[in-house]
Structure formats: C-alpha cells, structure tokens
C-alpha cells in the first residue's frame, strides 16, 4: 500500500512540474493613459545605432534584423504627433570616468573602444557627429525643446541619473520603452522602473543587441521582457496605442 501511494505522488508530482513548466504566462498589459504615459529610448546613439558607430560590428545585425532605428524614428514620430512627453536616457562618458578602477566586462570594452567619449560634463567641443550623439535622423526629436533628457547613466541602469525624478515630476507612471541596447541599459530600466512602482510596455522590435561568441543579447533579453514587464508589443502595436490615446 505505501508503495502504490509513494508512486501516486510521484506521478502526481511529475504532472503538476509538467503542468506548470508548460503554462503561458499572462499578458497583463497596460493602457496607454495620455497625461499619465511617456516614451522612453534609451541611448538612441551613433555608437550603437550607425553603421560607423564602434559597436556595429556586433550590434548591426540585430538592428538591421529589427528594422531598430526606423521602428524608434515610428515611436518618435507617433509621441510626438500625440503631444505623448518623451524621455531620453542618454549614456556618456568623461574622461574622469576612465579613472574607475574596477569594471564589468562590458564596462571595460566601452572604456576601452572610446565608447559614447565625450570631452567632458561641461562642454559640448566635439560631440556634433560623435559616437555619443543623436543619430542624425532623431534630432528633429531630441532637439525640439520638449523632449526631456536626463542625466546619462553611467553603467546600465537609471539609478545613476535623473530619469525617475523627471517621470515623477511630470506625474508619470507608465512608459512605453524602446532603445539600446535589449539586455543592457534597456533592460537594467525596464527593471528597475518595475521596481520603482512604474507600469512598462518593452517594444521589442525597436531594440536590439550583441551577438557574440558567448551568446545572443537580444534573444536573451526577449525572455527577460516577457517575464518581467508589464506587457510586450511590437512597434505597430505601440504607435497604435499611441495614436488612441488621445
């Protein structure tokens, strides 16, 4: 008898761990509220997003792959047209900040590729066309005097910058959050604006990432967006939303 009971629970045991690794995830989604929603692009920059940018040797594929900077120009063009606030969340580097004396991987090789190098906080002498600057397509975005740009972030998160303080500020709990790169500084603000109390929709296809010999960045942060965000979109499906929000 104990033995036909030790084998009912074993049996039972398997279908529940069967049951729950095939069970779908739900979708809850997020309604698109005009004066409460903001578009964020993370490092909508030369060095990740031009073909003579430092990184397009590993990041290029997966753009050209996701249509990435027409998909963002879509975002941009659609927030804009629906007076939807837009937040940028840029990345830079000062020469004091090559002082650091102990990185992370990806730390090292932006440090050591001169990755988003600008000349220093205070001056703008060689940024025009730098690896730091706007892709030429976006300034008519960036530049227009309403877009809000915070401090850069320093690793890959905005627990370094402003970001939080201006959504806050401008009473906004839910953003809409395309840029680069997938697993890195988009996804260390996607994680860390859930965390804040924020509602995120990630849209995947207005990102992109490395493909290197350890791994493909962007696949591993499709996985990490599903779980974590509040809902997944594609670009068609954002400037939609966008464009009922009103």
């Known amino acids: 008898m104990n033995s036909r009971i030790a084998l009912a629970t074993f049996v039972l045991t398997i ?24 578009l964020l692009i993370t490092d909508p920059q030369n060095d990740f997003l031009s073909p003579e940018g430092v990184t397009w040797g ?44 102990f ?13 988003f190098d600008r000349k220093g906080a205070l001056t703008t002498e060689g940024f025009e066309g730098s690896g730091a600057d706007w892709l030429d397509q976006y300034k008519k975005y960036i530049n227009d005097g309403e877009t809000v740009v915070s401090n850069p972030h320093k690793v890959y998160g905005p627990e370094t910058n402003d970001l939080v303080l201006q959504l806050r500020k401008r009473g906004i709990d839910k953003v809409i959050l395309g840029g680069m790169s997938a697993n890195l500084c988009t996804e ?43 809902t997944v979109w594609t670009t068609e499906e954002a400037v939609e939303k966008i464009n009922n929000s009103k």
Request: proline share 4%.
């Open 15 to 38: 279908i529940g761990f069967t049951n729950v690794a095939s069970a779908q995830l739900p979708d809850p989604g997020m309604t698109v509220v005009a004066e409460r929603t903001a």
């Open 58 to 101: 590993v990041v290029g594929k997966s753009v050209t792959e996701n249509n990435t900077v027409e998909n963002i120009d879509a975002l941009f063009k659609a927030a804009k047209a629906n007076d939807m606030p837009v937040f940028i969340s840029p990345h830079y580097y000062y020469p004091t900040d090559h002082g650091w004396q």
């Open 103 to 115: 990185e992370g991987a990806l730390e090292a090789l932006m440090h050591a590729i001169g990755m």
């Open 188 to 230: 260390s603000h996607m994680r860390e604006l859930i965390e804040q109390g924020f509602e995120v929709a990630v849209v995947s296809d207005a990102t992109a990432a490395a493909i290197v010999e350890e791994g493909n960045g962007y696949e591993s942060a499709l996985v990490n967006f599903r779980f974590i965000a509040n």
